[in-house]
């Protein structure tokens, strides 16, 4: 006669085994990946994250403002921008925080500088930068230009760049 015994664990406690030792050795991978050389180590970054479906190196995006009210074909500020500088200085105390400023242009016919709207939203993107003077170190700024409907403006986002 056969007797069937029952587990002396339950089914759950080895897949917790299971997740746990996974866990762990991704955590070595990623210890023993650190102490590579830094082209090494973006490309087994850029590796992982190919694998896993991700399209390239996107920053975490911490904190946001922005600067509206540009006038239609104007890069010049609407506004006083002492209060902007003191917001980026204070969020950038990080080191490890970049600021992205990215300035936008409508497209429309009125709304360009030389016949450009990219040009136009980039020397409005040109403008918020030099508004911040020295609060903001030259390096960890970024500045790109963008086309939209409807967008006169000049978006700064603190973003986390590990």
């Given at each position: 006669?056969?007797?069937?015994?029952?587990?002396?664990?339950?089914?759950?406690?080895?897949t917790?085994?299971?997740?746990?030792?996974?866990?762990?050795?991704?955590?070595?991978?990623?210890?023993?990946?650190?102490?590579?050389?830094?082209?090494?180590?973006?490309?087994?970054?850029?590796?992982?994250?190919?694998?896993?479906g991700g399209?390239?190196?996107s920053?975490l995006?911490?904190?946001?403002?922005a600067?509206?009210?540009?006038?239609?074909g104007?890069?010049?500020?609407?506004?006083?921008?002492?209060?902007?500088?003191?917001?980026?200085?204070?969020?950038?105390?990080d080191?490890?925080?970049?600021?992205?400023?990215?300035?936008?242009?409508?497209?429309?016919?009125?709304?360009?500088?030389?016949?450009?709207?990219?040009?136009?939203?980039?020397?409005?993107?040109?403008?918020?930068?030099?508004?911040?003077?020295?609060?903001v170190?030259?390096?960890?700024?970024?500045?790109?230009?963008?086309?939209?409907?409807?967008?006169?403006?000049?978006?700064?986002?603190?973003?986390?760049?590990?």
């Open positions: 006669m056969l007797r069937v015994l029952a587990p002396s664990r339950p089914l759950w406690l080895i917790l085994a299971d997740l746990s030792l996974l866990l762990v050795g991704f955590f070595v991978f990623l210890q023993a990946t650190s102490h590579k050389p830094r082209p090494e180590r973006e490309a087994i970054q850029a590796g992982i994250r190919e694998a896993f399209v390239g190196a920053p995006a911490v904190e946001a403002n600067v509206t009210g540009f006038a239609p104007r890069a010049k500020l609407p506004q006083d921008a002492s209060a902007l500088a003191g917001w980026a200085g204070d969020a950038l105390a080191p490890r925080t970049r600021l992205i400023v990215t300035g936008y242009a409508d497209g429309s016919s009125e709304d360009r500088s030389d016949g450009s709207a990219m040009a136009l939203a980039g020397r409005r993107a040109e403008a918020v930068a030099a508004a911040l003077g020295r609060t170190p030259r390096e960890r700024v970024r500045l790109s230009a963008a086309v939209a409907p409807g967008a006169r403006r000049v978006t700064l986002v603190i973003s986390y760049d590990p």
